[in-house]
């Protein structure tokens, strides 16, 4: 979006909503009754298996096609998706990572085709493309967990596509560094600044030590990187924090890379709110969240968001509604429309109480770029596990305020006397639901694709980017060419693993400090120690996280509290098969096993866990499960032989300790 002169009023920022589900067909037309309703521009959300690489078909996409995102498995689905979107008018936001290389490929293999049936310039209209592909694969392995490569291939693709797209696709933003899931893994502002800077750093060092673009144009490479931030409810902090993140990219484009231009050097960024700190405890409340957190980065115009995408009120019970992301259209139009904020030039500069705030988060985050660029950068902070110790550290202290009152979470450790909400009425469908024929119909429709197209095109473009793998040449135009022999999102992720292999980033949990001194954790440790004595070993925990759901911070934290109060604890961290996890829990003699699933895939994996401790015979250790769980669906889960459902009302962690103690003291027929 381009910025106004100081005088003008500034332009309203473009509005998103992260929407897609289902299919490539039921996506578009929630795109098509979105752009229809105002929207200015699309946010692609993928499913678990195409952010990971995998067809519907792979036995880790079992129970989780289509239920967080659009499943995309090659170009016919894309094609699908963008039906009747002319792409080179459209501003599309992807958020993609590991194999972001191969679904921007597949986008412009669409505008291709899309230019050539219109008998226009095909380069012209690749010149036009405007959007963003997410890409950040740093804060994958810090957070989100959709990783695929280890670091050192993964920057590569990163480096590759940012010279493809400088050179073909010059108004594309071919990263978008994200902060937002930082601040979701329990960074401090300081810390997400922070790090965010250090994968913009680690980035742009690539791309100039690649060789592939000319020192000259190192400004056109930093013109075309994106942030992706959060916003908190702490909204003056909030805002500080984009001030001090918009001076400080300013200070290291110009000194690090030489960028004389101004204009090449503004922080350009968007915004989706905080998610994870909505609540499923009083669900209205978060109306009103999510219009404090839009105001922390539109108020101050001189760091103001250039996109923002609200999510919805009931974002932690399920899938949100048309209706309830058309709610969060309206807020977003009601504050460009209705109000004066674009009249002004910025309200805050010469605010002392301001700057000193963005004085205190600079001075913190140039300290804290300085200790990561000191053990090697981003990447060697990564594989270190030093940056995520931190997040899992600063995570655990967050909630600890929560759980001991010094953070008020209102409707939840506060104010917590409520009446009945119409929104969540008997009768009334709170949250869309996901038809299970989803993942049958996409497999089925894989299977036809495979059988019409041309495998030995398909075979050869497969080799030719296995070969290219193996040098050091760009892979963008390789990756083209599979898009268009009509290879899927399996088979190009699958080539690349051979060449690259694959990666299981550090957890954070060993290096995170025991919170001593709390009474409540006393008492379950000692309850934890009298158990042990009676049993004569150690009470043992499974933490797992089963299927493609990358979100492990409350995995973590489980983990954490656990170890805490005296369990030994097993946490091998993501995306694990039930076998996996059941072989685990018997060879490690667990007394309990506990799930964490965020994605809607908790009726699929978890009852194949019950399933394998039973045929293990050792189905007297009981599995509990945590996430994001509709009643009805909680029900089903206790009637398949979980032994217990946390969502998350239940935030009191030591609490859910003292719970499980009782549940193995159960089970061993203890008093």
Not at 449 to 470: C, F, H, P, Y
Request: hydrophobic letters at 40%; one cysteine or more.
């Amino acid at each position: 979006m381009p910025y106004p002169s100081d005088h003008e009023r500034d332009r309203p920022w473009v509005m998103r909503t992260y929407a897609g589900h289902s299919s490539a067909a039921a996506s578009n037309e929630l795109y098509r009754r979105n752009l229809a309703k105002g929207q200015t521009g699309l946010s692609v959300a993928f499913d678990l298996p195409t952010q990971t690489g995998y067809d519907p078909d792979h036995q880790l996409s079992r129970g989780e096609v289509g239920k967080v995102g659009v499943p995309v498995s090659h170009i016919g689905d894309m094609r699908r998706l963008f039906d009747g979107i002319p792409l080179a008018e459209a501003n599309t936001s992807m958020t993609i990572n590991a194999p972001a290389m191969w679904l921007l490929a597949l986008y412009v293999s669409v505008a291709r085709e899309q230019a050539e049936t219109e008998g226009r310039d095909v380069d012209e209209v690749l010149a036009k493309l405007t959007g963003t592909t997410q890409n950040d694969i740093i804060k994958e392995y810090l957070s989100r967990g959709t990783y695929i490569f280890p670091p050192g291939p993964s920057l590569r693709l990163i480096t590759d596509m940012i010279a493809w797209t400088v050179h073909h696709v010059p108004k594309w933003n071919p990263i978008n560094i994200c902060s937002y899931h930082l601040q979701e893994a329990g960074a401090t502002p300081t810390q997400e600044v922070a790090y965010a800077l250090c994968t913009a750093i680690a980035v742009l060092d690539a791309v100039r030590d690649s060789g592939q673009v000319d020192p000259a144009d190192m400004g056109k490479v930093v013109a075309r990187i994106s942030f992706f931030v959060n916003a908190g409810v702490r909204f003056v902090e909030e805002m500080s924090k984009m001030r001090a993140f918009t001076a400080l990219w300013d200070e290291i484009t110009r000194d690090r890379y030489g960028v004389t231009d101004p204009k090449a050097r503004r922080l350009r960024y968007g915004v989706q709110v905080n998610s994870l700190g909505l609540t499923e405890a009083q669900p209205e409340n978060n109306v009103q969240r999510i219009v404090l957190e839009m105001l922390a980065v539109s108020l101050s115009r001189g760091a103001r968001a250039r996109a923002i995408q609200l999510p919805a009120w009931n974002e932690a019970l399920g899938l949100p509604r048309p209706w309830d992301q058309q709610w969060a259209l309206r807020m977003q139009q009601v504050l460009a429309f209705e109000t004066d904020l674009l009249e002004y030039e910025d309200i805050f500069d010469g605010s002392h109480v301001i700057q000193a705030k963005v004085d205190e988060i600079m001075a913190g985050a140039r300290e804290e770029i300085a200790r990561v660029q000191d053990v090697g950068g981003a990447v060697a902070a990564v594989e270190s596990g030093y940056m995520k110790s931190q997040l899992v550290g600063s995570l655990a202290e967050y909630r600890r305020g929560m759980e001991n009152g010094e953070r008020v979470l209102v409707g939840v450790n506060k104010f917590a006397t409520t009446e009945p909400s119409p929104l969540q009425a008997e009768g009334a469908k709170a949250i869309e639901t996901i038809d299970p024929a989803v993942e049958k119909d996409a497999v089925a429709a894989l299977e036809e694709w495979r059988g019409r197209r041309d495998s030995d095109a398909v075979e050869r473009s497969l080799a030719t980017l296995k070969e290219t793998a193996r040098t050091s040449a760009n892979l963008f135009e390789a990756t083209v060419d599979c898009a268009r022999a009509g290879v899927t999102t399996g088979e190009w992720s699958g080539a690349l693993r051979e060449v690259f292999g694959e990666y299981r980033a550090p957890t954070g949990v060993s290096a995170t400090a025991a919170g001593g001194g709390d009474p409540g954790i006393e008492r379950v440790r000692a309850r934890v120690r009298a158990t042990e004595a009676e049993l004569g070993e150690r009470l043992r925990i499974l933490v797992g996280k089963p299927g493609l759901d990358g979100h492990s911070n409350g995995a973590e934290q489980v983990a954490v509290r656990a170890r805490d109060v005296g369990f030994e604890v097993v946490y091998q961290g993501i995306r694990l098969t039930p076998e996996q996890i059941t072989a685990a829990a018997v060879q490690e003699g667990v007394h309990v096993v506990g799930l964490s699933v965020l994605s809607g895939s908790h009726l699929e994996v978890v009852p194949h866990v019950v399933d394998g401790l039973r045929a293990a015979g050792a189905g007297d250790v009981p599995v509990i499960v945590g996430g994001i769980i509709p009643p009805d669906d909680a029900a089903l889960l206790t009637e398949r032989g979980i032994a217990r459902v946390f969502t998350p009302k239940d935030y009191e962690l030591t609490d859910i300790m003292d719970g499980i103690v009782s549940l193995i003291r159960e089970r061993h027929g203890l008093s």
